[in-house]
Every structure is written in structure tokens, then in C-alpha cells.
């Protein structure tokens, strides 16, 4: 089997597990005597390819980086890549530096990216690494779990306090436009309302299940809302409620969790609180779930390289890893379990 030199980079939004792929792809590729060589910032490391775009991994730094969250490499959005004539410059880069091919961990952003690097004859082999586990096309995406078991403890710390003080709160997760972190959040802790941007909701239905929950004498419910769900919310003058209560409010503010959390205390007379829980989900230590499939989807990427095959995003289906085109890929679009969602709603 003829050596192969590999370009590997993280692209998009970090997620938790990046670096225990990275590493793995390292040490395997290694094993079967392949150099691998780190490409920093995304696609900007291609652009011009200098010494401080290009990371040649050591064993003992590979130790190092192996549990850390974060990226190691770092990541970025490049917005000259879509550029066709840039895309030519980075594949004439990889080839003058012998790169045989090129391994990219993001999200359908960068399988876009990868894709189009494809075409102008670069192989590329795409690993899912996102949080927001909005890839129609497996069922596991790198820091999903991790982003989940964060906001589930998040919850349940909140939901502590929640019941000392016999007080409803709302906890805002991220998930771009997937609802699926909201959706296993709530599943994991026992949430009563949920909030996904993949459903239409209005304020005065959130009260009214409030007020029912209080009177039933849950009066410590918990809603999970997702980061972009208030292009879904039906019109409802929030503000004159505001106003009313004495906060100041521009005509032109726009809705978010803590406003949600005032309105709904005065529509529902109940001391509402907010959290957001934010980026702690994406820079966390990534689960042995994470990490494992990180390892596994390495070792489906030395192997496809290996044997010649490339312009692939993996994936894993019915609980194993496997592979697809990237463009196949692409085209599924993520199920939303609009089921669990609505019993949520109901128990
Ligand atoms: P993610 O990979 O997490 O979905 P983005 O959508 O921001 O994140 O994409 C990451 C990067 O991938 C972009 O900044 C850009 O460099 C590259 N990319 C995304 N879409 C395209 C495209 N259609 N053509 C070329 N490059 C793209």
C-alpha cells in the first residue's frame, strides 16, 4: 500500500470531540505509516497554506490535545472559500504539498465546502462534527451527546433550585435550527413544555400549560426552549403586557428568553426565572459516547483512504458507522421527532 500524505481540519462551529477525532485519525494513520498533517482555522489554512497554517502533530503533543475540548486546530467560518477562484488556489496548494487527500470535520456547511474541493479533484472524506445533530443522514454527529449531557445537568441543577423555591424556569439551549438538543434534553429530564424552532408556538398557550401545571400543584415545571425559536412564535403584544407591569420597552425590541420569562411571570403570577445555558454545551469534555464514535469514524476515514475511496461523509446508520456521497449525504434532511415532541406537551 503506497504512503499516503492526509490534510485533516475542523470547520463551522466547534463540538466537543473534534480533538479525540483528530487524534485518533493520528494514531491510526500513523500505525499504517501515513503522515497526517493538522490544516489550522478551517478552510483559511488552505488559502495560502504558510508555516502558522500548518500543525505536524508529535506524539507527545497528540497526548496532550487527546481529552481537551475545544478544537486544537481551531475552526472558523471562511467566507472567501466560496469564492471558486480561492477554491482553486487551496486545491493547488494541497496538491503542490503532496496532500493525497483531505479529511474535514464540521457540519453541512463545510460537506458543502468539501464537496466543491471534490470537484476540482482534491479526495476529501467528511466526518459530522456538530452539536446541533442536524445531518438527515446519521444518526450520531460528534458533541451531540456531550452538548445533551451538558443541558441535562444544566436542568437538573436549575430544577434543584427550582423546587426550593416552588418557582417555574425556562432553560434556553442551543441547536441552531434543529430542536433535537431541546427535544433529548427534555426527554432526559422530565421537562413539561418544550420549544423547538422545527414548531409554531404562542406565548398565551405556554401560559395557559403554566397555569394548568400550577394548578395541578406543579408549581416547578420546567421549560426547555431551543436558541432559535422566535421566528415560530405567533404574534402576541408581549409588550404592552410589559409595559404594564412597569418595564420599559422600545417598539422595535425583539423577544427573547428573558423577556419570555417576565411576560409569562405576569401573565401566569408566578415567579418565572431564565437561563441560558449556551456555550458551556460546545466547549465541553466530550462524552465517552462522543469520543468513542470519534475514534470510530477515524478509523472509517484511514480505511476508506487506504483503499482509495474519498468524496464520502460518514456517518452512522442502524448503530454502525458507514458511508455515503457527500452530495447523498447532503440531500437527507434531518427527521424531527415530532411525536415525543407533542406528548411532552400534554403529560
Ligand atoms: P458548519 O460546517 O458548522 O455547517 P458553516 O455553514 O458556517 O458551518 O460552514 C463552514 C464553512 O464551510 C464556511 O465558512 C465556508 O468556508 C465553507 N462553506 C460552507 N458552505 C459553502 C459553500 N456552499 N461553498 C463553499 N464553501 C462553503
Known sequence: ????????????????????CVVSVARIANH????LVGIKRGYNGLIEMNDHDIETFTESELLDIAD????????????????????????KNLNDNDFEALIVIGGDGSFNGAMLLADLGIPCVCIPGTIDNDLGYTEKTLG??????????????IRAT??????????????????DIALKTAMATGAELLIVPEREWSIEDTAERFINLIKRGNNRATLIIGEHCWHQMKPFDWISVLRENGIAVHDDEEMDVDKLAKVLKYLCKAEIRATTVGYTQRGATP??????FAFATAEEAVNLIRSGRSNVAIGQKHGSVYNLPIEDALNIRHKFNHASFELINKL
Open 1 to 20: 500500500m503506497a504512503i499516503k500524505k492526509i490534510g485533516i481540519l475542523t470547520s463551522g462551529g466547534d463540538s466537543p470531540g473534534m480533538n479525540a
Open 32 to 35: 499504517y505509516g501515513m503522515p
Open 68 to 91: 481537551l475540548p475545544g478544537t486544537y486546530l481551531r475552526t472558523a467560518r471562511c467566507k472567501p472559500f466560496y469564492d471558486p477562484e480561492v477554491r482553486k488556489q487551496a486545491a
Open 144 to 157: 451531540y451527546d456531550t452538548a445533551v449531557n451538558v443541558s441535562t445537568n444544566a436542568v437538573r441543577s
Open 162 to 179: 427550582s423546587r426550593s423555591h416552588d418557582r417555574p424556569h425556562i432553560v434556553q439551549v442551543m441547536g441552531r435550527r434543529s430542536g
Open 287 to 292: 462524552s465517552s459516547s462522543d469520543c468513542s
